[in-house]
């Protein structure tokens, strides 16, 4: 997959506990960010959006939180799953532009 | 639940030959995009397209580069005359509605230059 052979962070979890990713984004303007999944072999997958009025929101088993003061993003995986290991990325929309800016990515790997 | 579909999974291609990407965005999208992913960097902005035409693009996106909708549900990248760096995994996405919006994305292709 595409994750291959990068040099990506790494956050191991236990199989039941709670994740935690961060994510530093870099336009202090930008006013929508997305959380994406990617496996192995496929693109990115949505997981969670957040718009800068709000500073949490919550998912099934997942909620992002936004902190504009320090350009902080952050991921929270309830019950960490073996299906949760991937790569997951960050990005940022900022106003008045139709592109996403990715942020380097986290590998999550669950142990079992 | 509809997804974004590409094709070919895998190109590999000779330097200085013309490919063409292609992607079938969610039925009821109305814009489009197109990342690339090099190996070992960012997920990066090509390019995005709205009423046949370029709304936004990226310094990557050169005249090597050129984005079509053909046709009322393909959507295409082609690249003209490939370079080595052009190999990279490159993905299609697609939005309802403009900025602020979830793009949703493409398994991509991968498209290895040689």
């Known amino acids: 997959g595409e994750s291959v052979g990068l040099h990506l962070p790494t956050l191991s979890v236990q199989e039941g506990d709670n994740s935690i990713i961060n994510c530093a984004y870099s336009n202090s303007a930008s006013d929508y960010f997305i959380w994406y999944k990617q496996e192995s072999g496929k693109g990115p997958q949505f997981i969670i959006d957040?718009?800068?009025?709000?500073d949490k929101r919550q998912g099934q088993r997942v909620t992002v939180l936004l902190n504009k003061t320090v350009k902080h993003l952050s991921l929270q995986i309830a019950a960490t799953q073996p299906g949760d290991s991937a790569v997951y990325f960050c990005a940022e929309n900022p106003p008045g532009t139709y592109k996403y800016i990715f942020g380097t990515g986290t590998r999550l790997k669950v142990l079992a | 639940e509809p997804e974004v579909t590409q094709t070919p999974s895998h190109q590999v291609t000779q330097m200085g030959q013309e490919v063409i990407l292609r992607c079938v965005p969610i039925s009821n999208h109305l814009y489009f995009y197109w990342y690339r992913q090099i190996l070992g960097q960012k997920v990066e902005f090509l390019v995005s397209?709205?009423?046949?035409?370029?709304?936004?693009k990226s310094e990557i996106f050169d005249d090597q580069f050129s984005v079509e909708r053909p046709d009322g549900s393909n959507f295409t990248l082609k690249i003209r005359s490939t370079k080595l760096e052009d190999s990279a995994m490159y993905f299609c996405?697609?939005?309802?509605?403009?900025?602020?919006?979830?793009?949703?994305f493409g398994p991509g292709t991968r498209l290895l230059v040689l």
């Open positions: 957040i718009r800068s009025n709000m």
């Open positions: 996405a697609s939005s309802v509605r403009t900025t602020g919006e979830t793009q949703y």
């Open positions: 397209f709205y009423n046949n035409e370029i709304s936004e």
